[in-house]
């Protein structure tokens, strides 16, 4: 699988080492949050544009922020890859996963542990990427959801069974046991914040999530 680490658990005075400390990730996860969607507010674009002068991973950009079609644009003008809003977030989301894509930038969408995985329905074939919450999102250091390997399973069968080209992304709570179990389940991408920034051997531990 692909180890996405969300530094959202990292110390933001230290930014540039931080970065270092999981060089060999290949994929970077941005955790935005806007205190209207979740509860808690983290960083905006302006952290994602000096990550870019230093960094050439991959840009996996979470938007769990409110009006996504408002904001997005920051995002992509800022670097990112993959730009990935939430479905409870917006009225239209097809609209919104179409502007994205018409920029070049791959188009994710995110449901919340609530949300049943049957409103992505009319939507899976437009889709580059489906990032299921494995935890309430608001913060990390929380515990896996294991309701989520349903999701999963259902979104591996639905893409095998309709040769859509989607990646599936979890996150949340996200240590070994629970990423052999999405693993199994048929996902693709695993989002690793406490789990990965709470130890030292960063990049170690990104090279064991990807063989898992
Ligand atoms: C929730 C955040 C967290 C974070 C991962 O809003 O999105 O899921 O990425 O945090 P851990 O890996 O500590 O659960
Ligand atoms: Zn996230």
Redesign the pocket.
């Known amino acids: 699988m692909i180890c996405s680490p969300?530094f959202?658990?990292c110390d933001f005075n230290k930014l540039e080492l931080e970065i270092q400390s999981i060089s060999e990730a290949k994929w970077i996860?941005f955790?935005v949050?806007d205190g209207k969607f979740?509860p808690n507010t983290t960083y905006n674009h302006h952290v994602l544009s000096r990550i870019k002068k230093i960094s050439n991973q991959f840009f996996d950009c979470?938007l769990?922020i409110s009006n996504p079609e408002k904001f997005y644009m920051d995002y992509i003008n800022a670097g990112a890859d993959l730009i990935t809003f939430h479905f409870e977030a917006t009225k239209d989301p097809k609209t919104l996963i179409q502007a994205i894509k018409d920029k070049g930038v791959l188009a994710g969408i995110s449901i919340k542990p609530g949300t049943d995985v049957l409103v992505l329905e009319p939507l899976l074939p437009l889709l580059d990427l489906i990032l299921i919450?494995s935890?309430e999102?608001?913060?990390?250091?929380?515990k896996f959801i294991m309701n989520s390997l349903n999701k999963i399973k259902y979104l591996d069968d639905k893409r095998n069974k309709n040769n859509y080209k989607y990646l599936i992304e979890v996150?949340?709570?996200?240590n070994f046991e629970t990423a052999k179990l999405v693993k199994d389940s048929g996902n693709d991408v695993v989002?690793?914040?406490?789990?990965i920034f709470n130890k030292n051997n960063r990049n170690e531990l990104v090279k064991e999530f990807e063989n898992v």
């Open positions: 969300s959202l658990s996860h955790d949050m979740v979470h769990m919450m935890v999102p608001g913060k990390g250091g929380q996150d949340g709570g996200i989002v690793v914040g406490s789990f």
